[in-house]
Nanobody
Framework: QVQLVESGGGLVQTGDSLRLSCAASGRTFSSYVMGWFRQAPGKEREFVSA?????????YYADSVKGRFTISRDNAKNTVYLQMNSLRPEDTAVYYCAAGYGLGDRQNDYDYWGQGTQVTVSS
């Protein structure tokens, strides 16, 4: 069992940057694959990014954010980050942190979820 708490969301303008953080409880953080998903009002939850367990050498990104977002992890702090640059109004959503054992882009690949943090990008 692991508890996840996201932070760092807010209201920004087009072109701005934000860094989201996800703090995890527990003693085995490094063993989890970590992912970020987002959900806009009236839309289904979609995959954003994922990072492999351990050192996080391998990362994956949705095409919509590739080149703009960067996922990273700091196992000493039990924290995963999502650096978001060149934000667009289409990025507006609630962003969720997730932990699991399967490296993938589907919700079922992840077993634990945070409460979400709101990101709003104005035009």
């Amino acid at each position: 069992q692991v508890q996840l708490v996201e932070s760092g969301g807010g209201l920004v303008q087009t072109g701005d940057s934000l860094r989201l953080s996800c703090a995890a409880s527990g003693r085995t953080f490094s063993s989890y694959v970590m992912g970020w998903f987002r959900q806009a009002p009236g839309k289904e939850r979609e995959f954003v990014s994922a990072i492999n367990y351990g050192s996080g050498r391998r990362t994956y990104y949705a095409d919509s954010v590739k080149g703009r977002f960067t996922i990273s992890r700091d196992n000493a702090k039990n924290t995963v980050y999502l650096q978001m640059n060149s934000l667009r109004p289409e990025d507006t959503a609630v962003y969720y942190c997730a932990a699991g054992y399967g490296l993938g882009d589907r919700q079922n690949d992840y077993d634990y979820w945070g409460q979400g943090t709101q990101v709003t990008v104005s035009s």
